[in-house]
């Protein structure tokens, strides 16, 4: 499997790579009969057609980027968010016999999601009808992600007086709704309870949690935790830029800051995230509670994104009408740094109450800013 992961990415690869040119052709041919064998065998005549050459221009660059991109180990659900698959599910049932505005009305909502694709589906379409390998390929990778997600627990139900709202204890001080009290305890799960032992004899992945299984990418969390040092991590809209709390981390920030944050204290997941290590992020929180992320969708932000070698599929630079600021929280650590030096002689009580006064005029001043843009707005109308 891996081996023939690795040739599908040299053979699909933007830039040819020296060593696709050196190998021989026999050796090739075989590499890519491998790959074809492990297909399922709704996807093996579009993969056929694709390394016979016996499609278009178009289409074979549409089926070569899309398939680079499902060369990497990102979980399919990562290139087929499940909303995507609401948007195209219609157009994969060919007997309902859509019209043409329907079906471009369609391939327009799925470049929103994934312009990959979009432009995929895009390609083999022709007015009404869209070409049988495709429908057939797309219909197997759908089939895949909900017989995943046919075998996951349901997360626990969100509840009221699951926890109470208690910052200056808890050191967590979250508003995504009104009390700021958690609908959700803390569980332990299966996979932390084999990897807990491994964790403790490795400081090398202390700052993970657990060690990443799935994803190849050389990105990992700075070792940024000194001793006798506490952080915060912080929640931010990326759209309005106001803050929705967060809590005392001590020592270095893992994905389980992320993940028991949003699990504890929403009722359902965001619709998109953006983080700094949002592939292995995203894995972390497969792993445990997948039907609570079901639809979210994971993106690194701008600021960190350099330096990522995994799936594209993470980049938001690609997105469509993307005008978030995914730098928000970077800003924010600047604007916090007039209280740096005071909050090292500070109890954890003081020390929140603190914070939160500061995260208050940062929210008044960003709703003041979006209030003043929008009176300019409508002014323009009269």
């Known amino acids: 499997m891996r081996s023939a992961r690795d040739f599908l990415k040299l053979f699909t690869a933007k830039v040819p790579d020296q060593k696709l040119a050196e190998m021989p052709i026999a050796e090739q041919t075989k590499q890519k009969q491998n ?33 680079n991109v499902l060369s990497y180990d990102a979980p399919l659900r990562a290139f087929l968010p499940h909303n995507l698959i609401n948007v195209i599910t219609p157009l994969l049932e060919i007997e309902n016999g859509l019209s043409l505005d329907e079906v471009q009305k369609i391939i327009r ?31 197997c990778l759908i089939d895949e992600i909900l017989k995943v997600e046919a075998q996951c627990v349901a997360p626990p139900e969100a509840e009221e007086g699951a926890g109470q709202y208690n910052p200056a204890k808890t050191g967590a001080f979250y508003y995504f709704k009104e009390d700021g009290a958690p609908v959700r305890s803390n569980r332990l799960y299966d996979i932390e309870k084999k990897k807990k032992s491994k964790s403790k004899s490795n400081k090398s992945t202390s700052n993970y949690d657990d060690e990443p299984t799935t994803s190849s990418c050389s990105k990992r ?14 929640w931010f809209c990326p759209s309005h830029g106001h803050c929705y709390g967060g809590h005392i981390v001590n020592g ?38 997948l039907l609570f992320f079901r639809l979210t969708k994971f993106y690194h932000d701008l600021f960190h994104s ?11 630079r690609g997105l ?32 929140v109450f603190y914070v939160q006064y500061f995260i208050d005029l940062w929210n008044e001043k960003k709703e003041a800013s979006f209030k003043a843009k929008l009176k300019t707005a409508l002014a323009g109308w009269q």
Not at 221 to 234: A, E, I, N, V
């Open 35 to 67: 790959v074809i064998s492990l297909l399922s065998e709704g996807c093996k005549p579009l993969a056929k057609r694709f390394f016979l050459q016996h499609l278009t221009t178009d289409q074979l660059a549409t089926t070569k980027r899309c398939l």
């Open 109 to 139: 909502e799925t470049r929103q999601y994934s312009r990959y694709v979009g432009n995929w589906i895009k390609s083999f379409s022709s007015n009404t009808t869209i070409d049988n390998d495709l429908v057939s390929f797309l219909k």
């Open 221 to 234: 969390y700075p070792d940024m935790s000194k001793r006798g040092s506490s952080f915060l991590f912080l």
């Open 252 to 289: 270095g920030e893992g994905r389980k800051d992320p993940f028991y944050s949003l699990l504890q204290y929403l009722k359902t997941a965001p619709d998109s995230v953006f983080y700094d290590f949002a592939c292995s992020f995203e894995e972390y929180s497969l792993n445990r509670e």
């Open 306 to 316: 350099f330096g990522h070698n995994c799936s594209p599929v993470y980049s938001s």
């Open 320 to 351: 469509d009408g993307m005008g978030f600021n995914t730098s928000i929280c970077e800003q924010f650590n600047s604007y916090l740094q007039c209280i740096k030096a005071s909050a090292k002689h500070m109890s954890q009580e003081h020390f």
